[in-house]
């Protein structure tokens, strides 16, 4: 079982969804992450927040194994992110971001953390997601996610960026975004084209593809009664998709599918409440009896002829 690390934002939600509203959430791409992937395999977490930050908030992280050695506290304010969910809760629509402290920050990755075999690069400024690469020794296995924001706004290093990492994570919208091509394969291929040896695209309520040069997946997501809040799911699936492969150690097609299902069903926790809540509350046992509620759902048998 090897450590994950994850860079990524540390944040305070605000949220609307059409079930109910919350302010200053514990949110951000690396408290998802972490939540998640700490089911799965210890998690070193480096990241920045400001002065207001309520600490103790993190302290369940620290509880279930998450490193928060590379978490600095910095003068100003945290970064915060408000999004609204109408109906559709494929989509969030951003009504603000607030970069605060994030705006200054470099990550310093701790020594110690420097030779984690796994590496996530959540959803930052790809400027630091560079950084971040430019200070770990030779790692295993480098995943990668981005948004919108990021796609319009540091393209250039984005683009750049995809030829330093082995898997790109992403959801359907940002693919077409970031390669002007409305098809999803052909989204792929271009992304495949940049260096990613794997590109993950996920469709929120209607399941994910992973693509490689010469093999495509399809992993439904989990048909869930009531999806609460889907802020956070897709970092809850990369928490689950890195952190199966960093605790199995395997990277072959099978597990790269198992991963998959894996991520599918730690994103499919995270929506059923606010913030990580749920993500805290579930145990091993939970997650297998989802993973088990998975495999039903695509069993069929073949029809034999007579
Ligand atoms: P998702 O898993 O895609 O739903 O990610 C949701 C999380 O992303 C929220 O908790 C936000 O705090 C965080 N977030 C939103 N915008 C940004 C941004 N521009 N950079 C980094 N993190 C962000």
């Given at each position: 079982m090897s450590a994950v690390l994850v860079v990524g934002s540390v944040a305070l939600d605000s949220v609307e969804t059409p079930f109910g509203r919350i302010e200053d959430a514990i949110g951000g791409s690396g408290t998802f992450f972490s939540a998640s992937a700490s089911h799965l395999t210890?998690?070193?977490l480096v990241g920045v927040v400001g002065n207001d930050y309520p600490m103790e908030r993190l302290e369940p992280l620290r509880a279930r194994g998450v490193?928060?050695?590379?978490?600095?506290?910095?003068?100003?304010?945290?970064?915060?992110w408000r999004g609204r969910y109408r109906h559709d809760l494929n989509s969030a629509e951003t009504l603000e971001t607030r970069l605060g402290v994030f705006s200054q920050f470099r990550p310093q990755i701790p020594a110690q953390f420097r030779t984690s075999p796994y590496v996530f690069l959540g959803n930052i400024d790809p400027r630091l997601q560079h950084d971040v690469?430019?200070?770990?020794?030779?790692?295993?296995l480098v995943a990668c996610d981005t948004m919108n924001f990021w796609i319009e706004s540091r393209r250039h290093e984005l683009l750049r960026l995809l030829g330093r990492v082995?898997?790109?994570l992403l959801n359907d919208a940002e693919a077409r975004q970031l390669t002007e091509e409305y098809n999803l394969v052909r989204a792929a291929r271009w992304i495949l084209a940049r260096g990613p040896k794997h590109?993950?695209?996920?469709?929120?309520?209607?399941?994910?593809?992973?693509?490689?040069?010469?093999?495509?997946?399809?992993?439904?997501?989990?048909?869930?009664e009531e999806v609460f809040d889907p802020t956070g799911a897709g970092d809850s699936f990369a928490g689950g998709f890195v952190g199966y492969l960093a605790r199995?150690?395997?990277?072959?097609?099978?597990?790269?599918?198992?991963?998959v299902v894996y991520g599918s069903t730690l994103g499919s926790f995270a929506v059923e409440r606010f913030s990580i809540d749920r993500?805290?509350?579930?145990?091993?046992?939970?997650?297998?009896?989802?993973?088990?509620?998975?495999?039903?759902?695509?069993?069929?048998?073949?029809?034999l002829d007579e």
């Open positions: 210890p998690v070193n490193d928060l050695a590379g978490l600095v506290r910095a003068d100003g304010e945290s970064f915060r690469l430019d200070q770990v020794e030779k790692p295993r082995d898997i790109l590109v993950v695209i996920k469709k929120g309520e209607h399941g994910a593809y992973m693509f490689s040069s010469h093999s495509v997946f399809f992993a439904p997501a989990y048909p869930l199995t150690g395997r990277a072959d097609e099978a597990a790269m599918r198992r991963a993500l805290l509350e579930i145990h091993r046992v939970d997650i297998a009896r989802r993973l088990e509620e998975f495999r039903k759902l695509v069993a069929f048998e073949e029809e």
